[in-house]
């Protein structure tokens, strides 16, 4: 096996740390210390996802706490998962360490206050997720099926100073309004961290091509998600990641497409693939399928790390 390395760019293992009281060392999650350096991850993006207000309370006290269970993650785990915090962060690990990128999943963390945003950017969060599926102060997400609103006024502030902080905006879940909107006063590439294409998929969490192809003319990225419901309309397998990576490199070129898991926020899991430790059998197939190896490099770190590079400077 190539030695090509990983950025995947969503997971949900914070959420199982906090919740479960358990470590990075445990292997019953998706994301383990084993899993990962078996994978070949270079970059983890770990998010704190603020959910649904009724189940947690304050948003912003619930997404604290799971920024605190980031922070106490690197403690644990010292000389091993580092901070990224900047694109030279990347270029100074080592081999064998592995970088933990802090995001939020839900801008309902801000409670309608940028103060929040340029807070829990000085607390390390490099990327937010604008929405999660419902509304917030920012915007409608996308299960807000009756309503189709985009962002709001404070919507809009939050996208100029995310631009302004150097904050990776993440319109994965956002309303079909609100991500025409997000493209509309960005001044930054926007990613979709976890959505595949809905031409193979028909779901409404997945873009259409028309959306991909906005991601693109950004200079964007879209991670491939891996939850089965999101790949196919059967069980889900490592073919149907290939499928929507072919898809989308076809439609818009090898430089928009990346990885974003969901791993320890799905429920299934595609055949073949249980775990970050499993990269490697997608790097097998894609080389197989006689992608170049510079475009397999690409979408497993390179384009991911095109974007940190040019926002988080
Ligand atoms: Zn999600």
Redesign the pocket.
């Known amino acids: 096996m190539k030695d090509i390395k990983i950025i995947d760019g ?1 997971c ?1 293992t914070l959420t199982k740390l906090l919740d479960k009281s358990c470590t990075l060392a445990d292997s019953a999650n998706h994301i383990s210390i084993d899993k990962l350096l078996k994978g070949g991850l270079k970059v983890q993006f770990f ?1 704190a ?1 603020i959910g649904v207000q009724q189940l947690y309370g304050s948003s912003l006290q619930r997404g604290i706490k799971l920024i605190d269970r980031y922070h106490t993650m690197i403690v644990e785990n010292p000389e091993l998962i580092i901070p990224i915090l900047k694109c030279e962060d990347i270029d100074q690990l080592e081999d064998k360490q592995i970088g933990a990128l802090l995001t939020v ?1 839900g801008g309902d963390i801000l409670e309608g206050d940028l103060a929040n945003l340029r807070i829990i950017h000085r607390l390390g969060v490099r990327l937010m ?1 604008l929405t ?1 599926n419902h509304r917030n102060e920012i915007c409608d997400g996308i299960m807000e099926i009756n309503s189709k609103s985009g962002l709001s006024n404070f919507g809009i502030s939050v996208v100029r100073e995310m631009n302004e902080l150097n904050m990776i905006i993440d319109v ?2 956002i309303s079909v309004q609100g991500f025409w909107d997000v493209i509309e006063h960005s001044k930054d590439p926007i990613i979709a961290s ?1 959505s595949n294409a809905r031409a193979l998929c028909h779901h409404p969490r997945n873009l259409d091509d028309e959306q991909i192809r906005a991601i693109a003319n950004t200079d964007g990225l879209i991670g491939i998600n891996f939850y089965p419901p999101f790949l196919s309309d059967s069980k889900g397998s490592l073919d149907d990641i290939i499928r929507h990576i072919d898809y989308i490199s076809g439609l818009v070129g090898v430089d928009v497409v990346g990885f974003g898991s ?1 791993f320890d ?1 799905i429920d299934q899991l595609p055949e073949g693939i249980n775990g970050s430790q499993d990269f490697p059998k997608i790097i097998d197939r894609l080389l197989r399928l006689n992608y170049l190896e510079d475009d397999v490099k690409k979408i497993c770190s390179g384009n991911y790390y095109r974007i940190i590079k040019s926002i988080l400077k």
């Open positions: 969503h949900d998010a996802w999943e997720t999660w994965s879940h976890h969901d926020g």
